[in-house]
C-alpha cells in the first residue's frame, strides 16, 4: 500500500486558514485517486474531497465548497487541502488516504494516514 504522513494542521481562528500536505511513498503515487477525510469527535469519520490521477476531476461535500481546494504535485509524490474561511465545525482530525478507484476511495480505502489535528476556535 501507499504510506501516507500528514502535516500541517494547527489551532487557529475562525476565518483564518491553514494547508495540510500528505506525503506520499511506497508505491507510484500517479496509480491513486487521493483524498482527504475528517472525524470530529464524537461523528463518523467523513470524505472531505477527492482528486483523480491527473488531478482533473476533483469532489467535495457541500460544507467545504468554496472554502477548500485539493491539489496535488506528482512530481513530487504529494496531496495539499487549502482549508481557507475555517469554523469551529471544521474542528477534526483530517486523514489522507489513497486507493485506486474513486469507488473503492468512497467505500473504503486500504491507504490511510496517521491523521493531523484542525482546531478552529470561535
Known amino acids: 500500500q501507499l504510506q501516507l504522513v500528514e502535516s500541517g494542521g494547527g489551532l487557529v481562528q475562525a476565518g483564518d486558514s491553514l494547508r495540510l500536505s500528505c506525503a506520499a511513498s511506497g508505491r507510484t503515487f500517479t496509480n491513486y485517486i487521493m483524498g482527504w477525510f475528517r472525524q470530529a469527535p464524537g461523528k463518523e469519520r467523513e470524505l472531505v474531497a477527492y482528486?483523480?490521477?491527473?488531478?482533473?476531476?476533483?469532489y467535495y461535500i457541500d460544507s467545504v465548497k468554496g472554502r477548500f481546494t485539493i491539489s496535488r504535485d506528482n512530481a513530487k509524490s504529494t496531496l495539499y487541502l487549502q482549508l481557507d474561511n475555517l469554523k469551529p465545525e471544521d474542528t477534526a482530525v483530517y486523514y489522507c488516504?489513497?486507493?485506486?478507484?474513486?469507488?473503492?476511495?468512497?467505500?473504503?480505502?486500504?491507504?490511510w494516514g496517521q491523521g493531523t489535528q484542525v482546531t478552529v476556535s470561535a
Open positions: 488516504a489513497a486507493d485506486d478507484t474513486i469507488q473503492r476511495l468512497r467505500a473504503g480505502p486500504r491507504s
Open positions: 482528486i483523480s490521477t491527473p488531478g482533473r476531476v476533483t
